[in-house]
């Protein structure tokens, strides 16, 4: 029976109601040891008209790559496999080791989890309890992550429960639960109904001491009957004095089987009675345990009654026993599927170098990377490495392990793996390791200086690997912003010359394209941009990162349409592959190019996946990023409260010391919001920063030149416009594009208006279709026409805009088109609403999309990572809204709102 928790338990009975009526659900139960979770958790374990999964963290088996999650899925597993698609069903198997050779990408494994359990969810409403989340080994952990995040409409109630104070397990945007202590009335209830007889002074120092902790209820009792006072102790470490002298009284042959299941913690009631045997235990010492109540024997498995008792039984044993008993279970593990937990076992009883254990876990390593279980892998690396007989042996162990914690994305421990490698020759090796792991943690300068040594070295010897090291140079070049960093990058690029006729010159001379934009240099003496773009583009296509940076740099020449091809085309094959971890910076460099393009819902819809798919994978540069796209779409439609809540987040220190990423967009965006509802100084404030910043060279204070320029005009800051059209001019100069040609041309109207440059600018804007910024030289050309009393042309261009805008669903910019028409006489005429495709979200739009293209919804769940209940939840709230009432309605309805 549980005490004083029935608010705990209406909360998760919502969830579960929820789930019946086939809404999703995650809840996240945190508390400190001995608090409840458990019992919370076992009080929903039994349900009739629901399927319960049960999984649990295993401290011991937390560097075993998807363990956890096995053990959820391992009763429903052998049924509901054959049904996955072809990629998810590789992916699982290849991650319990069920076929080897699959390399996933690991987040694959999370959609795989999110379409099993959508499947189990179509019979009955699937509820999974993950006890001792702190524990779960880290690919599951990621995957049971990923797919809760993505839980919508499949009728699945998911609760971890997580103890304070152990391994992190950071849930971020999940509803959480925090259990306190019992209150008083409730405690002494469980104190009285377990020890009724105890002393009134006994019974006063535990409902004190325990602080409303229900384990501590339960357990100090009889410690507190046989112990005189003493210094005081935290409460667990009292707690773990209490279960070691309930250990403490057992005979020994009972002793030793407690201390092998605490070094294994599996539960294998087998395997805990073939190692304790080697050690003069049998199943005859067992029931003295059972009924102390430390171990529980459930058929084939056997439980800690808490994580403590375990904690306690294993610390208070002498080491050499503690040795012993890893010693006997690897014996005892003699199966080809043990092989992992066997070789860890037998690391624990290492005491000094041995090559055949540490050449064990090198093979365990070796799978582990193999399956994508990256922190594992570089966590049995490690322990090899000091574990090696030889020096040369343990580079090479510290140097994977360096690399394998770069790839799960623990930048800080990768970095103190590398520097743990003294050998000169192996140290270099690593140099892209220890810049990316400094880069990632905002230490630019450090990576940047790393990245030009090694490019100084290899510049002679290997100059086309030079020009490779290079582009990671330029990564952190561009997203420092810092012009000396810029100076001794171009420097270092002149000096590069690979052979003849070799591929990398077009890498080389693209690299020389950027520096030059970052320097403000002229590129009249460089080569065309588009030809270099795309021979650089096939040259690094194997290098999805490289790729996507050509991206950037063709967008900075103007290359809109190209980039956004690039863009999705990498974020096409990464969805082919698996690779879910490349899909949000394909996912932005798509978005801006269709932002560029004026294509806004797509943008819209790109930006949006792009955001939760980074806060899914753990990305802040990305999310940030994403939200800065996101903030200035919001901006374009004038919508405040998104886009000031956007922005903010964008503008936001990830912790990490480095510069929020989508700082600048965010900048933009409030500078085009402020602009759009008539707050000029405001608009000016925030344009200025980017003009006058370190980042002046990157997109978002290029292509704002106009916003500034209009904004610096209506204050009569006739100084700074002038300045910015110069610069203007330049852009304009280097990307002989109508789309910027046009822009020019407004800004020089609105410094010494005219009607031939605005008719210039028009007739600019008709060769190119990006209807927001024609419809803004229409409303301006309007609103001169009108002081000028030139009130019948202004009508013209001003209903024009006005129509546009309203067509987009620019709404801030729509109201100014309407109150100048209305200044020229026009009677308020009804508006012409943005159409109904402005009422679906992002999510929906994609689906929709999709789905008229003839996808069904499974292909269509397995290309935006959602399930397919959750694919149909959508189609059906989007069909009222287009009007439709079945699937192969929607062909025609996107061609008629198109």
């Known amino acids: 029976m549980l005490y004083g928790r029935d608010a705990e338990r209406s909360v998760i009975g919502g969830l579960l109601e929820d789930a019946r009526a086939g809404t999703s659900g995650v809840l996240v139960v945190r508390g400190e040891p001995g608090i409840g979770k458990t019992a919370l958790l076992d009080s929903f374990a039994v349900h009739d008209d629901m399927l319960v999964l049960r999984g649990v963290g295993i401290e011991s088996e937390a560097e075993l790559p998807f363990g956890g999650l096995h053990l959820l899925l391992r009763p429903v597993l052998a049924e509901q496999l054959r049904g996955l698609p072809e990629p998810q069903r590789q992916a699982l198997e290849g991650a319990f080791g069920l076929a080897m050779g699959v390399r996933a990408d690991r987040?694959?494994?999370?959609?795989?989890?999110?379409?099993?359990?959508?499947?189990?969810?179509?019979?009955?409403?699937?509820?999974?309890?993950?006890?001792?989340?702190?524990?779960?080994?880290?690919?599951?952990?990621?995957?049971?992550?990923?797919?809760?995040?993505?839980?919508?409409?499949?009728?699945?109630?998911?609760?971890?429960?997580?103890?304070?104070?152990?391994?992190?397990?950071?849930?971020?945007?999940?509803?959480?639960?925090r259990l306190e202590?019992?209150?008083?009335?409730?405690?002494?209830?469980?104190?009285?109904?377990?020890?009724?007889?105890?002393?009134?002074?006994?019974?006063?120092?535990?409902?004190?001491?325990?602080?409303?902790?229900?384990?501590?209820?339960?357990?100090?009792?009889?410690?507190?009957?046989?112990?005189?006072p003493g210094p005081a102790l935290p409460l667990t470490?009292?707690?773990?004095?209490?279960?070691?002298?309930?250990?403490?009284?057992?005979?020994?042959?009972?002793?030793?089987?407690?201390?092998?299941?605490?070094?294994?913690?599996?539960?294998?009631?087998?395997?805990?009675?073939?190692?304790?045997?080697?050690?003069?235990?049998?199943?005859?010492?067992?029931?003295?345990?059972?009924?102390?109540?430390?171990?529980?024997?459930?058929?084939?498995?056997?439980?800690?009654?808490?994580?403590?008792?375990?904690?306690a039984v294993y610390q208070g044993t002498p080491l050499d026993r503690r040795l012993r008993a890893h010693r006997a279970l690897a014996d005892a593990l003699v199966d080809a599927d043990q092989a992992d937990r066997r070789a860890w076992h037998l690391a624990s009883a290492a005491t000094g170098p041995d090559a055949d254990i540490a050449a064990e876990l090198e093979r365990t390593a070796s799978l582990a990377a193999g399956r994508k279980g990256y922190a594992a892998s570089a966590a049995a690396y490690e322990?090899?490495?000091?574990?090696?007989?030889?020096?040369?042996?343990?580079?090479?162990?510290?140097?994977?392990?360096?690399?394998?914690?770069?790839?799960?994305?623990?930048?800080?421990?990768?970095?103190?793996?590398?520097?743990?490698?003294?050998?000169?020759?192996?140290?270099?090796?690593?140099?892209?390791?220890?810049?990316?792991?400094?880069?990632?943690?905002?230490?630019?300068?450090?990576?940047?200086?790393?990245?030009?040594?090694?490019?100084?070295?290899?510049?002679?010897?290997?100059p086309v690997?030079?020009?490779?090291?290079?582009?990671?140079?330029?990564?952190?070049?561009?997203?420092?912003?810092?012009?000396?960093?810029?100076?001794?990058?171009a420097n270092r690029l002149e000096t590069l010359r690979p052979p003849a006729g070799d591929p990398a010159w077009s890498v080389l001379r693209l690299q020389c394209w950027l520096t030059a934009l970052a320097l403000g240099r002229s590129t009249?003496?460089?080569?065309?941009?588009?030809?270099?773009?795309?021979?650089?583009?096939?040259?690094?296509?194997?290098?999805?990162?490289?790729?996507?940076?050509?991206?950037?740099?063709?967008?900075?020449?103007?290359?809109?349409?190209?980039a956004e091809t690039l863009a999705s085309d990498v974020a096409a094959a990464a969805r082919t592959a698996g690779r879910v971890g490349v899909l949000p910076s394909a996912l932005y460099y798509a978005a801006i190019s269709q932002t560029f393009l004026g294509r806004y819902r797509d943008a819209a819809t790109s930006a949006a996946e792009a955001l939760g798919i980074a806060e899914a994978t753990g990305q802040p540069h990305w999310v940030s990023h994403a939200q800065g796209v996101l903030a200035y779409l919001s901006a374009i439609e004038g919508d405040e409260g998104r886009c000031r809540d956007l922005a903010r987040q964008a503008l936001t220190d990830p912790g990490t010391g480095a510069r929020p990423a989508g700082l600048h967009r965010a900048r933009w965006a409030l500078g085009l919001l402020d602009l759009g509802h008539g707050r000029v100084r405001e608009a000016l404030d925030h344009l200025s920063v980017l003009y006058h910043g370190p980042a002046r060279h990157q997109l978002p204070a290029e292509r704002s030149l106009p916003d500034l320029i209009e904004a610096a005009v209506r204050l009569g800051e006739a100084d700074l416009a002038t300045g910015a059209l110069d610069r203007l001019t330049d852009l304009a100069h280097r990307v002989p594009a109508p789309s910027i040609e046009a822009l020019l041309h407004?800004?020089?109207?609105?410094?010494?208006?005219?009607?031939?440059?605005?008719?210039?600018?028009?007739?600019?804007?008709?060769?190119?279709?990006r209807p927001f910024e024609h419809a803004r030289t229409r409303l301006l050309y309007g609103e001169w026409l009108r002081r000028d009393r030139r009130k019948s042309e202004a009508r013209t261009h001003l209903a024009a805009a006005l129509e546009t805008f309203d067509v987009i669903g620019a709404r801030a910019w729509a109201d100014r088109a309407q109150t100048e028409l209305e200044a020229t006489g026009v009677a308020t005429a009804p508006r012409r609403g943005p159409g109904v495709l402005s009422l679906l979200t992002p999510q929906e739009l994609h689906i929709v999309t999709l789905a008229a293209d003839g996808m069904s919804n499974k292909d269509i769940a397995a290309q935006l990572f959602i399930s397919p209940r959750t694919v149909g939840h959508h189609l059906y709230r989007a069909y009222p809204k287009l009007g439709v009432a079945s699937r192969h309605e929607l062909p025609d309805a996107m061609a008629a709102h198109r």
Do not use: Y
């Open 107 to 177: 987040m694959m494994v999370g959609l795989a989890v999110l379409t099993l359990l959508s499947e189990l969810a179509e019979d009955a409403p699937v509820l999974c309890l993950i006890d001792d989340a702190q524990w779960l080994d880290r690919p599951s952990a990621e995957a049971l992550l990923f797919a809760a995040r993505r839980l919508g409409a499949e009728g699945v109630a998911m609760v971890f429960a997580v103890r304070d104070g152990e391994a992190p397990f950071p849930t971020p945007g999940l509803t959480e639960l």
């Open 181 to 228: 202590g019992l209150s008083g009335d409730a405690a002494a209830a469980l104190v009285d109904a377990r020890e009724g007889d105890l002393a009134s002074e006994v019974r006063r120092r535990v409902l004190t001491e325990a602080a409303g902790n229900p384990l501590a209820l339960i357990e100090l009792p009889t410690a507190l009957a046989t112990s005189t």
């Open 237 to 311: 470490n009292r707690l773990r004095l209490a279960f070691h002298a309930q250990a403490g009284g057992l005979p020994e042959a009972s002793r030793t089987l407690l201390l092998v299941a605490a070094a294994d913690d599996t539960g294998d009631l087998g395997l805990l009675l073939r190692a304790a045997e080697s050690m003069g235990a049998g199943i005859e010492d067992l029931p003295a345990v059972e009924k102390t109540g430390l171990l529980r024997v459930d058929g084939p498995q056997v439980t800690f009654r808490h994580p403590l008792v375990r904690a």
């Open 383 to 462: 322990r090899a490495a000091q574990l090696a007989a030889t020096a040369e042996v343990r580079t090479r162990l510290l140097t994977l392990a360096a690399e394998t914690a770069l790839e799960s994305g623990a930048l800080a421990r990768a970095q103190a793996l590398a520097e743990r490698v003294t050998d000169p020759v192996a140290r270099r090796g690593l140099v892209r390791v220890r810049a990316t792991a400094a880069a990632g943690q905002g230490f630019l300068r450090q990576a940047h200086a790393l990245q030009l040594a090694e490019a100084t070295r290899l510049a002679e010897s290997d």
């Open 465 to 489: 690997g030079a020009v490779e090291v290079m582009m990671d140079a330029l990564h952190t070049t561009w997203f420092a912003g810092e012009h000396d960093l810029a100076t001794v990058t």
């Open 524 to 562: 009249e003496r460089l080569p065309g941009l588009a030809e270099v773009f795309a021979q650089a583009a096939a040259l690094r296509a194997h290098e999805a990162r490289d790729v996507l940076m050509i991206c950037g740099i063709g967008l900075m020449g103007g290359l809109d349409t190209e």
């Open 746 to 769: 407004r800004c020089r109207a609105l410094l010494d208006p005219r009607d031939d440059t605005f008719a210039l600018a028009l007739r600019l804007h008709d060769r190119d279709s």
